[in-house]
């Protein structure tokens, strides 16, 4: 089982890095632009665990103690055989 | 439209990252994980462009001059309204 996980700062939260993306976007011509936000996308593989569930519960481990701070970020896990 | 441009190291490359993130998984008791791999994640608001092909066409010129590098990464693009 593999897993892809998501993990973007809270709605509210300032994101300097994004913003500086949107600045260097904007310094090349990019016109217009909204908001930039920026995330991580984090790919796990699980070759021992074939429940769903248990990946679920796993990641969601993983996210809360190491991946993601649980104060300004959310995480989103999709789970692929 | 929206922008949601995912970014991935190519396969082959080396991701230190990554091997990073698995060895304090590992230490944190999350044993048999496979490959870790870590990716980025950028969402652009684009409110001038309506146009599916012209934002498909200005996000990928922003991968290609800034978000991306072109020699060791690969990336990827969704469009919703």
Redesign the interface.
């Known amino acids: 089982m593999k897993a892809r996980i998501?993990?973007?700062l809270k709605t509210g939260i300032l994101d300097p890095q994004?913003k500086a993306?949107?600045g260097?976007?904007a310094g090349?011509g990019?016109?217009?632009?909204?908001?930039?936000?920026?995330?991580?996308?984090?790919?796990?593989?699980?070759?021992?665990?074939t429940d769903k569930a248990a990946a679920e519960q796993?990641v969601a481990?993983?996210c809360r103690?190491?991946?993601a701070n649980p104060v300004t970020e959310d995480f989103r896990v999709e789970l692929t055989d």
């Open positions: 998501e993990i973007r994004g993306i949107g260097a976007l090349l990019h016109a217009g632009l909204g908001e930039v936000r920026q995330g991580k996308l984090i790919e796990i593989d699980l070759p021992g665990i796993e481990a993983m103690t190491l991946l």
